[in-house]
């Protein structure tokens, strides 16, 4: 019983490996846009962004111990 489960749970984690992957190209495509149009103000958000993701990486560590 553990082990199916381990392998349905693999195969979710691939699953979603693959729409991230497509994800963070549209992402990057959104990036190329901000800062053709709008240099400054996307240096702004990549800035908050950075900040954001800062914080939940702390957040992830603690789960992590």
Do not use: C
Not at 35 to 50: M, Q, S, V, Y
Request: aromatic letters at 4%.
């Amino acid at each position: 019983m553990e082990n199916k489960k381990l392998k349905s749970d693999l195969e979710i984690i691939d699953k979603i490996e693959q729409i991230r992957t497509r994800n963070n190209v549209n992402w990057m495509d959104v990036l190329r846009l901000a800062f053709t149009h709008a240099p400054d103000e996307a240096r702004t958000l990549i800035g908050k962004i950075n900040q954001e993701d800062g914080q939940i990486s702390d957040l992830y560590r603690k789960l992590a111990e």
